[in-house]
């Protein structure tokens, strides 16, 4: 565990970007009870902690994904992440709809990218991974070579790691669950006592009752 996946997740939970409630479960749009619920959008409202996510993200890219072309944003929680990368890495930037547009062009990818070029997809939130890698499909059946994916927080569901593998996607994340559990107990986030239950939950998000 690196310094930096130990900073970014004291910064989500400083941000409120992530709310642990081991006591009071939060209920998923899938139905899922949950002791965490993630917005990391909200860390956008925060200059500092935006500039330090942006600078991870561009460390891990040119360490991981060096040959990478242009950058895509997943919409719509990773389109303002992606573009601040992308900015600061001078390199080109699209983004990739959940669905096609119903109007228009019918587009599901925003901007433009051609057939070839080498694309590192950002995303700001990896649960099962279902739509991140909708997103890649949807780059791949345009014709761009995707190099993998970054994001800033996963929930490490072995769901996610097989549909991850099965696709053949390498998937760097800034920081995840085990790691910001860690910081949560160091800070007083959280008491020892409900470090099991936050285990147990990860283990098993759809069939966990609190």
Partial sequence: MSEINRKIAGLLLQSKAVILQPDKPFTWASGWQSPIYCDNRI???YPEIRRYITT?????????????????GVATGAIAQGALVAGKLGLPMVYVRASAKEHGRRNMIEG?????????VIEDLVSTGGSSLKAVEALREAGVEVTGMAAIFTYGFPVAEHNFSQAGIELITLTDYHTLIEVALDSGE??????????????DPAGWTS
């Fill in 190 to 203: 959280i008491k020892q006592e409900q470090v099991e239950m936050l285990q147990q939950w990860r283990k």
């Fill in 112 to 120: 433009r990218v051609d057939p070839g070029k080498k694309v590192v």
């Fill in 43 to 45: 860390t956008l409202s």
């Fill in 56 to 72: 991870a993200f561009t460390g891990v890219i040119k360490s991981h994904f060096p040959e990478s072309q242009v950058i895509a």
